[in-house]
């Protein structure tokens, strides 16, 4: 039982360019998030999936897009990587849709 | 000023101490409470998840929550060096809401 895997573990871009963060779950979870978690900030909610089909933003959405492709996968996308998107990424899920319960162990993303 | 205030530390204790861990909120709203532990280069695992004021107990971890005076804590009893991590706390105003969290409390149990 993988919990929540998330891929890549890290990665380094250049500004300008774009990836997509994958993250799936396999506890047949309704509800899916993305966060990032930066130094003196905490953790700050994206965008979140209640469900298969649906999304929506969180507090820090802007540069990214989301993609819920099914019930296990929730994608997160940089379509023009800034330096301000340097951050460690982190994926979650929870079966209420309550408050998030199974993170993943996070995707290290610098961008120079 | 941010919503959820979180001393970052680092904390030391000795194994055995009991551990005090504390947040301070500034938004009235806030009726849910949790806290969450997140070993180095993991992601977090929720610990507690409380509703308004009073205690909430889980084996050597107990929730505390103070509405009057909007302050949060998690006690860890007989401390062991397993529990070194950090801790983030966080606050929700209703059910299902968005959470806020403190940037977390990083924690070192000494054997």
């Known amino acids: 039982n993988a919990g929540v895997t998330q891929t890549p573990k890290f990665q380094v871009l250049k500004t300008g360019q774009s990836m997509t963060l994958q993250c799936a779950q396999d506890?047949?979870?309704?509800?899916m998030y993305w966060y990032r978690q930066d130094p003196g900030m905490g953790l700050r909610l994206i965008y979140y999936s209640a469900s298969e089909g649906t999304t929506d933003k969180g507090e820090v959405p802007n540069g990214y897009n989301v993609s819920r492709l099914n019930k296990r996968e929730f994608s997160l996308r940089l379509e023009s990587a800034a330096p301000s998107q340097t951050s460690v990424y982190f994926c979650?899920?929870?079966?209420?849709?309550?408050?998030?319960?199974?993170f993943g162990d996070g995707t290290r993303l610098s961008i120079l | 000023q941010k919503e959820v205030e979180q001393d970052p530390g680092p904390l030391s204790v000795p194994e055995g101490a009991i551990v005090s861990l504390n947040c301070t909120y500034s938004n009235s709203a806030f009726q849910y409470f949790m806290w969450y532990r997140q070993y180095s280069r993991k992601g977090p695992e929720l610990l507690m998840y409380t509703y308004s004021s009073g205690n909430k107990e889980d084996g050597r971890f107990t929730a505390q929550v103070d509405k009057s005076s909007k302050y949060i804590s998690l006690f860890i009893r007989d401390s062991q060096p397993s529990d070194s991590a950090t801790y983030l706390c966080a606050g929700q105003e209703t059910s299902g809401s968005r959470l806020t969290f403190g940037e977390g409390t990083q924690l070192t149990v000494n054997p």
């Open positions: 979650a899920s929870s079966e209420t849709g309550i408050l998030p319960q199974h």
């Open positions: 506890m047949n979870h309704n509800s």
